[in-house]
């Protein structure tokens, strides 16, 4: 919530989005004041300010952003009143036409009948809108645009491209700066740099949205992988491997065709048969589940499983790690009867709180209900809905947790797992659903305590969301620093010149031998180089042999947190750094 100041010394507290949605509307203003020919399009509020779409002859230029932001702040010094009023369909759109808004227009036209059409007026300026906003332009205090881009219109890539320009605003001058300060450490801790930087990953033209994984991004993500397949083994998770390419029949079972279609990369196999790679792991668990008759004693069943999965994203929405077409989601399907709901659902949330505290993350939880295009009967969406409800109300306490309205799987309700990092961002992270329908619709079932057959329910699980997505989030949140037990490289061994090349081979080995990743850097470089490469490569400790170290089969022991510690017996700083490892230090 924002606190801004009304007349006669009075203050209100608003909501981020309704300051945002109306600084989106002065943006708009701006625009057509200094390119009276631009068209607009649509100027929402996001998770963090605003942006507004236009349809203009050129991209705007740095030196456009900063007239638009100028005039933006006369706008606010002008304090217009920020008036709404309603008009029926037919004069809406001639009203717009008459404008010669074509994008306004189309908005209209695609709205339903009876639907209350609304616009906003500010001096000069009318929108169409359904708001609502603020009293009045002069509420805004602090603004500053960001960057603006391409983004096609209604975010499909056979429609026109628009220029998109994104800002933020404040009620405080001090506000601002501390959000761009924050702006400014997220560029620098920014995974897709820091993924080249630290030779862990890139990306090619060849393959986008698909991660080419460096030796020690890939030793990074099989240490991830080698702990989370521990934490769940030890909580009775089965871990199981299923079918890149599946028929089109066991999706539309599913309801992913109907669903989900455009989504996936559909194939045809040499018998003219439609394939697709699975955007998901749910029909193959569940086909795990279905090859056996089960019991009622055998569950819960948790199928967990890391195979490789694609989804075809657009490619204007693919954004390094965290948006990808190709990636290992943490996924579980856990097999349950009705009563186990929320005893399994605490049990998720206790292992989310035991992985997520490891990394120091702390998160919160949001029920997501039922979308438009739900599948199933509404009775068992109810049934689901309340089951979450009252876990959640558990948990969290009643009225704790966010609601999101609509935004749940189209097989049924989910709590989201919303993360913050150490810069405040919040990251939607894990998801836990609970699904009546798949089971019906692939007729599971198991044998109940009476010898009758009973439908079991599907709980969907991910915790990481995806092992690709937690490293690039992870990434930024330490900054490329790692905690010694995932560091790809925990100890970096230098020797200062040749003669101490011998006694640094024999370090290194001995590192290795006792299960500490290490590398050598035995090159003819001078010994700050080394460090300073290291440092850079944030490397935990580096281990710096000179001729004393030799004579005392001792090492010069630097840290990353706590710079120069001084000579260690070797064997001392190997039981040191197994203890960190073990013991999961930050």
Known sequence: MF????????????????????????????????????????????????????DVEKPFSEDDLKKIEEEMKKIIKENFELERFELPREKAIQFMKEKNEDYKVELIEDLPNGEVISFYKQGDFTDLCRGPHLPSTGAVKAVKLLTSSGAYWRGDEHNKM?????????????????????????????????????DL????????????????????????????RKEHEKRGYQEFSGPQLNSSELWKISGHWDHYKEDMFVLTDTDGKEQALKPMNCPNAIKIFASKLRSYKDLPMRFNDIDVIHRNEKSGQLNGLFRVRMFRQDDSHNFITEDQIGSEI????????????????????????????????????????ANLKQVLGELCGEGQYRINEGDGAFYGPKIDIKMKDCLGREWQMGTVQVDFQLPLRFHLSYIDSNGEKKTP????????????RFIGI????????????LAPIQVKVMPISDNQAEYAKQVF????????????????????????????????????????????????????????????????FIEKAKQEIENFER
């Open 3 to 54: 606190k801004i100041k009304l007349g006669g010394g009075k203050t209100a507290e608003v909501e981020e989005s309704m300051y945002w949605h109306t600084t989106s509307h002065i943006m708009a203003q701006a625009v057509k004041r200094l390119f009276p020919e631009a068209k607009l399009a649509i100027g929402p509020a996001i998770e963090n300010g605003f942006y507004y779409d236009f």
């Open 162 to 198: 628009l220029q998109r320009i994104y800002g933020i605003s404040f009620p405080k001058a001090s506000e601002l700066e501390d959000y761009l300060q924050k702006l400014e450490e997220a560029k620098q801790r920014d995974h897709r740099k820091l993924g080249k930087e630290l």
């Open 509 to 572: 080995e001995n590192l290795q031998e006792a299960g500490i990743r290490t590398e050598l850097d035995d090159r003819q470089e001078k010994i700050g180089y080394k460090i300073r490469e290291a440092q850079l490569q944030k490397i935990p400790y580096m281990l710096i042999l000179g001729e004393k170290e030799v004579e005392a089969k001792s090492v010069g022991v630097r840290s990353r947190k706590e710079g120069d510690i001084g000579a260690m017996k070797l064997e001392e």
């Open 201 to 228: 990953f890139f990306f090619d033209e060849t393959a986008p949205g698909m991660a080419y994984w460096m030796p020690k991004g890939f030793k990074m993500m099989n240490v991830l992988i080698d702990f989370w």
């Open 346 to 385: 605490k049990d998720i949330i206790e292992i989310a709180k035991d992985l997520y505290g490891i990394f120091g993350l702390e998160f919160e939880l949001t029920l997501s209900t039922r979308p438009d295009d739900y599948m199933g009967e509404i009775e068992l969406w109810d049934k689901a809905e």
């Open 474 to 485: 992870i990434t930024e949140h330490f900054a490329g620093a790692f905690p010694i037990w």
């Open 457 to 468: 329910i599907l709980i969907h699980r991910a915790l990481f969301g995806s092992f690709e």
